[in-house]
């Protein structure tokens, strides 16, 4: 149980962010500040905020946990991430600013035509509030067993938080809240990386020296290839650079903050410098786990971690004196509430400008727009509560789920897209064609997977998806 001084620092925290999102209504007059900022938002808050809309409470308490029970392979994942980056930039966002866009998925309509702008955008929604009502009922697992509140109390109040700031703000609230809560959540963990060292005898050096006896802690690079480990080179460069290339260039959820930069030229150094900051970010998380397993060396758990993701709260809660354990307790909230922010409001845009005004309303003014986004907000702010407290019911490791969902549609996405853009024979019956079969491949593969009769990793599920996607689409784009 959390100290007293550490829940006065938490709740300060709650409130302070809530109000400070919230005091950026007064800019809120039109769809395009309410979705874009206005494009007045400046390059590095767009890269801060791009990371920190990809960043979920489940990396903050799971990257620690694979160094733990591993080594820093994982690295070799995020080096696809920043190969997808300069992907995107230089592909996908001149299309974006080719036009007056305000969702990825009119790119599609320009290209192939409405019913296809309808199927990515319908998949957008329902695979990001799955996935988002995951990472929710993640976050309530955390806040419960460290505040000890029931999961009911705290999804509801979490979500009602981020929802009022982000109902209120709109996309400028969500950008300059994130950059806040980035540098909380990268402060929070390098200094419970810094007090972990200072408690292990001998400090670094003791870590490099029980790091190196272990063999393999500290190792990076894996050169072998296998089809079923997702953390050796090949599998991470190449899935890795396919998953972030379809999060980043077709997700709503990313694609709204690239479309808010001033010009193409700032949208793509803003994705570009993220990458630098992904790697730092992910390379602090993965040294903090190879710390705690050493300073677990010294100091052993009076209970045996029963999973690698209780591992760095564990620690917050138990090694952190009072004060700082609740400095790190909100900077892990902080991750879940921009990752939940930047979802309410990319479902909020998706739905109006992809919906709503073309097909339930299309003349009104841009005050019933602005009434409409607001409504839609507090609607799948709901949706996303009701989701967290199914997945309650749920057995499998949420981290696995998260990505089991996300991973489905983003192969069908980045295929279309890339039909769009890189073939001008491509139809849009043949891009539909190709998509629904690599959904009912990848839904066959998750079916075999789960039951043992292939060992497929989750890193080539977008790869795979994407190339049937694209290579079906454009056989059938003659044939049909």
């Keep these: 149980m959390l100290h007293s001084i550490d ?55 799971s990257t620690p946990g694979i160094a733990y029970r591993s080594n820093l392979a994982f690295l070799q994942l995020v080096f696809g991430y920043l190969v997808a980056r300069v992907v995107v930039s230089f592909l996908l966002i001149p299309r ?79 950008i300059w809240t994130d950059v806040l809560q980035l540098l909380i959540y990268l402060s929070g963990t390098a200094l419970a990386l810094v007090l972990a060292l200072c408690a292990i005898p001998g400090g670094w050096r003791e870590v490099t020296f029980l790091a190196a006896r272990a063999g393999h802690k500290l190792a990076i690079f894996n050169f072998g290839f296998n089809w079923h480990d997702p953390y050796v080179f090949w599998s991470g460069l190449i899935g890795g650079t396919f998953l972030t290339s379809a999060s980043h260039g077709t997700d709503q959820l990313i694609v709204q903050r690239l479309l808010a930069a001033r010009n193409q030229r700032q949208s793509q150094v803003a994705l570009l410098a993220s990458g630098a900051v992904i790697l730092f970010q992910f390379a602090l998380f993965l040294v903090t786990g190879v710390v705690l397993w050493v300073f677990y060396q010294f100091t052993p758990p009076s209970v045996p971690f029963a999973r690698p993701d209780q591992i760095f709260p564990t620690f917050v809660v138990t ?27 990319s479902l909020a845009s998706s739905s109006v400008m992809d919906f709503y005004r ?29 989701i967290a407290l199914a997945a309650q019911r749920m057995k499998q490791s949420v981290l696995e789920l998260a990505l089991t969902i996300a ?10 897209f890339l039909l769009g853009v890189l073939s ?12 629904l079969l690599a959904l009912a491949t990848l839904a066959t593969v998750m079916v075999l997977n789960a039951t043992h009769l292939i060992n497929l990793a989750w ?13 079906v689409g454009w056989l059938a784009s003659f044939a049909l």
Aim: aromatic fraction near 12%; charge should be positive; hydrophobic fraction near 55%.
């Design 319 to 345: 090694q952190l004196p009072a004060g700082l354990a609740g400095l790190v307790v909100a900077a892990i909230i902080a991750a879940g509430m921009a990752n939940l922010s930047a979802a309410l409001n």
């Design 96 to 174: 974006y600013f080719a036009g007056e866009l305000f969702t990825a998925y009119q790119l599609i309509e320009r290209r192939f035509g409405r019913n296809l702008k309808v199927f990515t955008a319908a998949l957008f929604l329902v695979t990001r509030a799955l996935a988002e009502g995951v990472r929710v009922f993640a976050l309530s697992l955390v806040i419960g067993v460290i505040l000890r509140s029931g999961v009911l109390a705290s999804i509801v109040v979490i979500t009602l938080l981020t929802l009022f700031y982000t109902l209120e703000g709109g996309l400028t609230a969500v």
């Design 459 to 471: 890193t080539w599920y977008v790869a795979l998806g994407t190339s049937i996607t694209f290579g």
């Design 424 to 435: 001008k024979r491509a139809t849009a019956r043949g891009a539909l064609a190709g998509a």
């Design 407 to 416: 991973s489905v549609p983003y192969g069908s996405m980045l295929g279309i």
């Design 358 to 386: 073309p097909f339930i309303h299309p003349q009104a003014d841009e005050r019933h727009y602005m009434r409409v986004s607001r409504l839609l907000t507090l609607v799948w702010g709901g949706a996303l509560i009701a």
């Design 7 to 61: 829940l006065a620092v938490v709740v300060a925290y709650l409130l302070g962010i809530t109000l400070f999102g919230a005091h950026f209504r007064k800019s809120q007059c039109t769809l395009h500040d309410y979705f874009l900022g206005g494009r007045r938002l400046p390059w590095w808050a767009i890269a801060f905020s791009v990371v920190s809309a990809e960043t979920s409470i489940l990396t903050i308490i």
